[in-house]
């Protein structure tokens, strides 16, 4: 769906959502596996996170056996966007979409793929070891630039072949995803010019 239907701002979540969208979203995510929440994150907001990343500080960070990345140490710019996930607002929209069972909280990071370094996302399905208890996935653009490369992917793991992809270029536009123990996913490294940064984590169960 191509219109906002929920978006972040200074004043807290908005959404633009009725019913009948929030069922055509259910049923994208039915099928799709991801849905897109286009303009989430508004110009304003936008702004002052990126500005909060930009005098930050990355180190690298290593998910054995998954992923390699560089991750946002604590900052300003995280305090904000984990704020705008955290809100009942927010819960209530996740789960009206995906059906889940009651949140308790979203955990996430800052990430960074840079082009010129060797960056990768294997495939995992965010359940198992300290998976447990997340129900639904989210990623955030918060790249100034528009990279290339950096896809994300997510299949079922008994139809390896079947893979769905969600390109997410547009700086403060985001995604919902499915996590459960039949589904995989990954995202594909960055090439070109231009790294990637995103804010990505779950909404966790109580």
Same mark, same amino acid.
């Given at each position: ?62 998910? !054995? ?101 969600? !390109? ?22 960055? !090439? ?15």
């Amino acid at each position: 769906m191509d219109d906002a239907v929920v978006v972040a701002t200074r004043r807290g979540i908005v959404v633009h959502a009725d019913d009948a969208q929030i069922e055509a979203l259910r049923g994208e995510l039915a099928q799709r596996h991801a849905v897109r929440f286009r303009h989430f994150l508004d110009g304003d907001l936008l702004a002052r996170v990126q500005n909060e990343i930009d005098a930050g500080k990355f180190a690298t960070r290593e998910d !054995e056996g998954i992923a390699v990345e560089l991750c946002l140490e604590p900052s300003r710019a995280l305090d904000i966007v984990m704020f705008v996930m955290n809100s009942p607002q927010m819960f209530g929209v996740v789960r009206a979409i995906t059906g889940c069972d009651p949140i308790e909280a979203f955990a996430g990071r800052i990430y960074r793929f840079d082009p010129k370094v060797t960056h990768h996302d294997s495939w995992h399905d965010d359940t198992s070891g300290a998976g447990a208890g997340r129900l639904a996935g989210f990623s955030l653009n918060l790249s100034r630039e528009t990279y290339r490369g950096g896809t994300f992917q997510i299949r079922e793991k008994a139809r390896p072949d079947d893979v769905v992809e969600v !390109e997410n270029t547009g700086a403060g536009d985001a995604f919902l995803f499915r996590i459960a123990p039949a589904m995989q996913h990954r995202v594909l490294p960055v !090439e070109g010019a231009h790294s990637k940064t995103a804010f990505a984590g779950w909404f966790v169960a109580k």
